[in-house]
């Protein structure tokens, strides 16, 4: 992985753990991801107008992860109601990378060294680590199936989308009918579950989303450039550093506390992060 890589997918962790932190300040966070979801679409058709087309054979690939991302966005805005961004983020991401680097190993082409996986490894033990809290400081045990669902679609989709982008020919494109995708079927989703109520009438809610949309749209598009230059496992581990800015969000903006724990877990995902520049 080159340094611009590298530099590429730490920015796209943060812009990932902002989006989170937006839905996250609403008092519905579906709401906030219907609005998320409705503002991906037009992104979407806007970065298409500019863009090569994708190869045909991409298309069922590009049905397979809006699907997924649907089963994504689903269970993390139920999680959200149930927990904080510090706890709930942690787990969400944490299990993801390493069904991504067992699956990878076991079926993609991808070669991927000794010392690759014991940096995801280390940035896993670091989620744990940051995630433990649930169990003992007595918050909703609650939010644990609908984040651990979170990171199963998370695994799910990072599979779909490394190999989609790769059989398309045109990464931004691909990323672009994705959002379509995922925008029009998250939407009319949640509109078939809970009726056109979901969606909230005041303008800063439509704000907020809109900006979390275009930092997912940002987010989401470096990595899948990302996972077309280097392995899968090892960009889908080292953006799970989103975790620690998701940890310095909650601390700084929600207020949320700051323990020795936390502090150990930062410690150890940044370890994981210079394990994979080494």
Not at 27 to 54: N, Q, W
Not at 58 to 73: D, I, N, Q, R, S
Not at 170 to 183: K, L, Q, T
Request: hydrophobic share 60%; with cysteine; glycine share 10%.
């Amino acid at each position: 992985m080159t340094l611009g890589v590298f530099l590429a997918v730490l920015g796209a962790a943060f812009l990932h753990a902002l989006w989170n932190a937006l839905i996250k300040l609403g008092t519905s966070k579906v709401g906030g991801m219907v609005i998320l979801s409705i503002v991906e679409v037009p992104i979407g058709l806007a970065v298409v107008l500019f863009t090569p087309a994708i190869d045909p054979a991409a298309v069922p690939w590009v049905l397979a992860a809006g699907c997924t991302h649907f089963a994504y966005k689903f269970f993390l805005t139920y999680a959200y109601d149930r927990g904080d961004l510090s706890r709930v983020y942690p787990i969400a991401r944490g299990a993801a990378p390493m069904v991504v680097a067992l699956v990878g190993a076991v079926f993609l082409a991808d070669a991927v060294t000794g010392r690759e996986y014991l940096a995801i490894a280390v940035l896993a033990a670091g989620i744990l680590l940051m995630a433990r809290g649930v169990f003992t400081s007595g918050e909703d045990r609650k939010l644990l199936p609908f984040a651990l669902g979170s990171a199963l679609a998370t695994a799910t989709y990072t599979l779909i989308d490394g190999m989609g982008a790769r059989v398309s020919g045109s990464p931004a494109a691909y990323v672009a009918w994705v959002f379509v995708a995922d925008g029009t079927f998250f939407t009319l989703g949640m509109l078939a579950l809970r009726g056109w109520g979901v969606i909230p009438r005041d303008w800063h809610a439509w704000r907020m989303g809109a900006f979390a949309s275009v930092a997912s749209y940002g987010a989401y598009a470096v990595s899948i450039w990302a996972m077309t230059l280097a392995p899968i496992a090892v960009v889908a581990a080292l953006r799970e550093t989103s975790i620690l800015f998701a940890v310095l969000i909650g601390w700084l903006v929600f207020g949320e506390r700051m323990g020795r724990e936390k502090a150990i877990a930062s410690v150890v995902i940044v370890a994981g992060v210079m394990l994979t520049r080494l």
